[in-house]
């Protein structure tokens, strides 16, 4: 079963993400599916470093303005683009 949670503006999530992390920078609305949330904690956990989220959930004006494939894991509140901060190292496996 698919959960897609349409997040409300200043909401929590987790310990570090807020919901307008994830906001669509076109329409500024946040689909979030929890388990990117849990994963994105989880190495934010990890690692001991920030981790930024440059573009969660877009639209579908927002997805082609920048590129995005047709069927973009983004439109679906499935994916963010990221960016770790500070200077952890970690090597990683799956």
Avoid at 44 to 62: D, L
Wanted: net charge positive.
């Amino acid at each position: 079963m698919l959960c897609v949670k349409l997040a409300e503006e200043g909401q929590r999530l987790s310990e570090h993400f807020q919901a307008r992390e994830f906001a669509c920078s076109c329409c500024g609305m946040a689909l979030v599916h929890p388990e990117l949330v849990r994963k994105l904690q989880g190495l934010r956990s990890a690692i001991g470093a920030p981790v930024y989220v440059t573009s969660g959930y877009r639209c579908a004006g927002c997805n082609a303005a920048v590129g995005g494939a047709e069927n973009s894991y983004h439109l679906f509140g499935m994916a963010a683009d990221i960016w770790v901060g500070g200077s952890a190292r970690c090597s990683w496996r799956n």
